[in-house]
């Protein structure tokens, strides 16, 4: 069973950037792929991007291309989550998530971190 | 990009109720749906996956059903835990989208 623990909450000014970990324990590294997803206050899930299996690389949809970079190490389980030229509407909670790695594509979302709170303000 | 669309936004229901929540994909996805719950202040969690897999732990009254491009999440005999925001995820592609959600209120 993998566990999930993701770096604490944060706060940013517009412009700046924000790096949030997530540290993966249980299970074998290399058999899941991950993810991230944001919710905003009071709003619904969305997918920043994440990692294809098929590729090795992850993918970013067109709305956060340019500004977002995930990331993993391997000798310390962590996934890294890297968003760019924040602005107030980045404000939200983010996720990190995995799923099977053994597929071709994204696969559903079976483990899910804490979350980790970005406040960004002036 | 496909599009995820929930109905209803909101949906008011009460214990002992069978409750069904659609999702409609923008195009075919043949089965490549999951659901979550998600609870207030807490991180989502796996229904079903596959449209209709239930994933282990869940309890037997969540059902899911369809194919292509609608599908619907089924919550026989509505319980006190069970009020919470639903939504549906296109996956096995380059992306996954959710929909809107769905929140299920007393």
């Known amino acids: 069973q993998v566990h999930l623990v993701q770096s604490g909450a944060e706060v940013k000014r517009p412009g700046s950037s924000v790096r949030v970990s997530c540290k993966a324990s249980g299970g074998i590294f290399s058999s899941y792929a991950f993810s991230w997803v944001r919710q905003a206050p009071g709003q619904g899930l969305e997918w920043m991007g994440g990692?294809?299996?098929?590729?090795?690389?992850?993918n970013y949809p067109p709305k956060f291309q340019g500004r977002v970079t995930m990331t993993t190490d391997e000798s310390t389980t962590t996934a890294y989550m890297e968003l760019s030229s924040l602005r107030s509407e980045d404000t939200a909670v983010y996720y990190c998530v995995t799923y099977d790695s053994t597929g071709y594509y994204l696969g559903y979302f079976d483990h899910w971190g804490q979350g980790t709170l970005v406040t960004v303000s002036s | 990009d496909i599009q995820m669309t929930q109905s209803p936004s909101t949906l008011s229901a009460s214990v002992g109720d069978r409750v069904t929540i659609t999702c409609r994909a923008s195009?075919?996805?043949?089965?490549?749906l999951a659901w979550y719950q998600q609870k207030p202040g807490k991180a989502p969690k796996v229904l079903i996956h596959?449209?209709?897999s239930l994933e282990s732990g869940v309890p037997s009254r969540f059902s899911g059903s369809g194919s292509g491009t609608e599908f619907t999440l089924t919550i026989t005999s509505l319980q006190p835990d069970d009020f919470a925001t639903y939504y549906c995820q296109h996956y096995n592609d380059y992306s996954g989208t959710f929909g809107q959600g769905t929140k299920v209120e007393i």
């Open positions: 990692f294809i299996p098929i590729s090795g690389a992850p």
């Open positions: 596959k449209a209709s």
């Open positions: 195009q075919s996805i043949s089965s490549w």
